[in-house]
């Protein structure tokens, strides 16, 4: 059986009998496991946003035995805040993709982006290479 590119993208070249990740290359009958995972991250917009929320929350408590309008004002402004903050984290989370190639002589090949797409056509060229090498 002649070798067959089944997926050529970036440094990642995978044929029915060997995946190359860069000049780093595997034989498809000695890897044990693929798997691509998701991972959320917090937005960093909505960390900023948290904190200033509870720098304004302090404020407000230290604001309240002086001028309790005030205080209310700025405190109600802070709880706002972190409102957004959670509303945003909750809505636009950051995900992180990591895709885990894992060989039967415990090698792990990892690769860390936000491009999940790319991570599952990786994992889906990888496992349809098992199919072509199985006896």
Known sequence: MAEQTLLKAGE??????????????????????VAV???????????VIFIAAA??????YQLSPTNLHDAQVVGAVA?????IAIVIQFIWPK????????????????IVSENGEYLTDL???IEQAFVHCAP
């Open 12 to 33: 990642a070249e995978i044929t029915t009998k060997v995946v190359k990740f860069g000049p780093i290359s595997y034989q498809v009958s000695n890897i044990g496991s």
């Open 37 to 47: 995972y998701l991972e959320r991250k917090f937005n960093p917009i909505a960390v």
């Open 55 to 60: 720098g304004l929350g302090f404020y407000a």
């Open 79 to 83: 709880a706002t805040a972190a409102v």
């Open 95 to 110: 995900k992180v993709y990591t895709f885990v190639l894992k060989t039967s002589s415990n090698d792990v090949h990892k």
């Open 123 to 125: 994992q889906g060229a």
